[in-house]
């Protein structure tokens, strides 16, 4: 485990990237206050950050329910604990997160063995090939404090089963990168839908990725709020949970 050092964070200060916001949109005012943003607080700037778990982590989680991936992940910690079937079942996840395995421990283990705490044949393979390419360097932990954001979504959908909606949630989550944004999540996209008037209704049924707004509205709208999209983004997932009178477009 390592931290991200504050210094890398030294030209981010959320108080500014708000008012940002804001003034490029006021009804941010509104938003901002209902739902305060701890992503970017000082504290969680500068908490420690696992890239090797967060990324197993995603993996676990992949198309499976909240629920399942909870279970699946105290299991697969479990394994690597010295602890029976039975006594993972009544584990709390919060008590087992700091134990989360090496990369070498993990290659140690084989398909089958990663199959018995619920993962599937191709999702094992995912995981060792996460493990392989952390224990051989080819990801280096620390340099990825370094590399620019494309740079890391490039090097981390080399890992099978990681895509560029896996990096960039990385990005925004685990380096708390400031000025990611994501055109492939669907929440992002119904909330930019809902934020900026359109009738969300109307999709369904439509088929295809882009049902709620294009993807050269969506990079059109969210331009104006650089160097802060990350916050921008987070907002929005946010924006269908807020009721707000406006005339039309923002």
Known sequence: MFIIPKAYNKDFALETAIAHLVSIDPRFTQLTTMHPCEMFSEHNLESPVDPFESLGSSIISQQISGAAARSIKRKFLALFNGESEGESDHTELEDLKKRFP??????????????????????????????????????????????????????????????????????????????VFSTGDLGVQRGM??????????????????????????????????????????????????????????
Request: aromatic share 12%; net charge positive; proline share 4%.
């Open 193 to 250: 839908a809902q934020w900026y008037g359109k009738n969300i209704a109307l999709a369904k049924g439509k088929k295809g990725k882009f049902k709620y707004m294009s993807e050269a509205e969506m990079i059109e709208r969210s331009d104006a709020f650089r160097p802060y999209r990350t916050l921008f983004t987070w907002y929005m997932w946010r924006a269908g949970d807020v009721i707000l009178a406006f005339d039309g477009d923002a």
């Open 102 to 179: 090496t990369p070498g421990e993990v290659l140690r283990k084989d398909v089958a063995t990663l199959r018995t705490v619920g993962f599937s044949q191709r999702k094992a393979e995912y995981m060792l090939d996460l493990a392989s390419k952390f224990h051989s360097g080819e990801i280096n932990p620390h340099g990825l404090l370094t590399l620019p954001d494309d740079e890391i979504v490039e090097l981390l959908t080399k890992v099978r089963g990681l895509g560029v909606w896996s990096a960039e949630m990385f990005l925004i989550f685990g380096l708390k990168r400031p000025d």
